[in-house]
């Protein structure tokens, strides 16, 4: 059983989940990476990167050189915008058909995932959802999240 983990991340809560779930399962691990992404770090990330989310937009993503469709079990990473996953995400399930997988979402944000699982699983009708779980802050010190996402994905994959 081969598995995958895609993520998004713009301060390093994704990839810091997303590194420990592929450490955790053996999996490969793909990093969404725009073409031209945001680059102010301060507070005006959030109007820019909410405004992508609110417009619908979907920035050009580096060459993506795995295919998804040769893994039996996807996990995807995002942080949340506007609560709602990363225009990022957006692009990389709208270019590639996920079809018949079973797929674990997970999420990075301050405090409110809002609709952004639920935003994902519109893209992902046509697969099995077995888990979803939010990491609130996973980077402000908490050692705790790391094993919190360790142990989380053993149980995605033992269903």
């Not at 301060?11 to 989940?17: E, F, H, L, S, W």
């Not at 405090?111 to 519109?122: A, D, L, P, Q, V």
Request: glycine letters at 8%.
């Amino acid at each position: 059983m081969k598995t995958l983990v895609v993520y998004y991340s713009f301060d390093g809560n994704t990839r810091y989940i997303a590194e420990n779930i592929a450490a955790e399962t053996g999996a490969d691990i793909l990093e969404l990476k725009p073409v031209s992404d945001i680059k102010n770090r301060r507070f005006t990330k959030y109007i820019w990167g909410g405004k992508q989310v609110v417009m619908g937009k979907k920035p050009e993503l580096q060459k993506i050189s795995i295919n998804p469709q040769e893994y039996d079990t996807i996990f995807i990473g995002t942080p949340v915008w506007a609560y709602s996953h990363s225009p990022a995400v957006s692009t990389f399930l709208s270019e590639f058909e996920i079809k018949g997988k079973k797929l674990a979402l997970f999420c990075c944000d301050g405090g409110s995932k809002g609709k952004t699982f639920s935003n994902m699983r519109e893209y992902l009708k046509d697969n099995s959802i077995l888990a979803e779980l939010e990491f609130i802050e996973p980077i402000k010190g908490d050692e705790g999240k790391a094993a919190q996402a360790r142990e989380w994905a053993r149980a995605v994959i033992g269903e």
